[in-house]
């Protein structure tokens, strides 16, 4: 079955500390995993997705297929980098299924 | 080019009445996914349409059921309300064969209020 986790539902971070935004999947083929984000008032959009291995507003994320893991990292957090944070996976079926999300809280 | 257009914005509904929620896709995009996303949750895979046939559900009941026209906009319709019902509907579209690889656009969704 797919599955995304996301076990934090909120993280706090000081402005210019590093940030790590936790994923996890269970997926028994090879998956495709994203992370989006939505910021207060707008709509969800696409930030990164690992078949690219782009770096996006200065975060990045490697997929460790052995710790079934897609975490998101930046080495130093923004006052705007405050939002929701969704983690998800496409299977072989095309559908994406996302995790439960994680609001990320940029401290000044 | 235009973005996924989803309306109406708000909706407010009485517990078993049906509704019918619609989404333009983005220009050139032939695949719509609509989900449902709860207070606190993270969006739930309702269906997928890809060329005007079903290509993928989630696990919701068959009073949740949708279309996708020649032109690859998009409605959901919902019969037999429930107060359970209540959410924030998105409509996401995208290319291709590709569509599972290259993620979404997401419209701004429809929030559905049932009372």
């Known amino acids: 079955a797919q599955r995304v986790t996301q076990p934090e539902k909120l993280l706090s971070v000081f402005k210019g500390a590093p940030v790590e935004l936790k994923c996890n999947y269970s997926?028994?083929?090879?998956?495709?995993l994203f992370w989006y984000v939505q910021y207060s008032r707008q709509r969800l959009q696409l930030l990164l997705r690992?078949?690219s291995r782009e770096s996006i507003k200065g975060f990045t994320a490697d997929l460790n297929k052995g710790e079934t893991s897609f975490h998101l990292k930046k080495p130093f957090a923004q006052e705007e980098d405050s939002a929701m944070y969704y983690c998800?996976?496409?299977?072989?079926?095309?559908?994406?299924?996302f995790g439960k999300g994680t609001r990320l809280h940029i401290l000044p | 080019e235009t973005g996924v257009t989803q309306s109406p914005t708000h909706l407010i509904k009485t517990r078993g009445q049906q509704v019918t929620l619609r989404c333009s896709s983005q220009?050139?995009?032939?695949?719509v996914s609509w989900y449902q996303q709860a207070l606190g949750q993270g969006p739930q895979f309702i269906f997928q349409?890809?060329?005007?046939?079903?290509?993928g559900r989630g696990n919701f009941p068959p009073r949740f059921s949708g279309l996708q026209f020649p032109n690859y906009s998009s409605e959901l319709n919902v019969n037999a309300l429930e107060l359970d019902d209540s959410a924030l509907y998105l409509c996401?579209?995208?290319?291709?064969?590709?569509?599972?690889?290259?993620?979404?656009?997401f419209g701004s969704g429809t929030r559905l209020t049932v009372v």
């Open positions: 996401a579209s995208s290319l291709g064969e590709a569509r599972g690889l290259y993620g979404y656009t």
């Open positions: 997926y028994s083929g090879s998956p495709e």
């Open positions: 690992h078949i």
């Open positions: 998800a996976l496409g299977g072989r079926d095309d559908k994406i299924i």
């Open positions: 220009s050139g995009h032939n695949t």
């Open positions: 349409y890809y060329r005007e046939e079903e290509n």
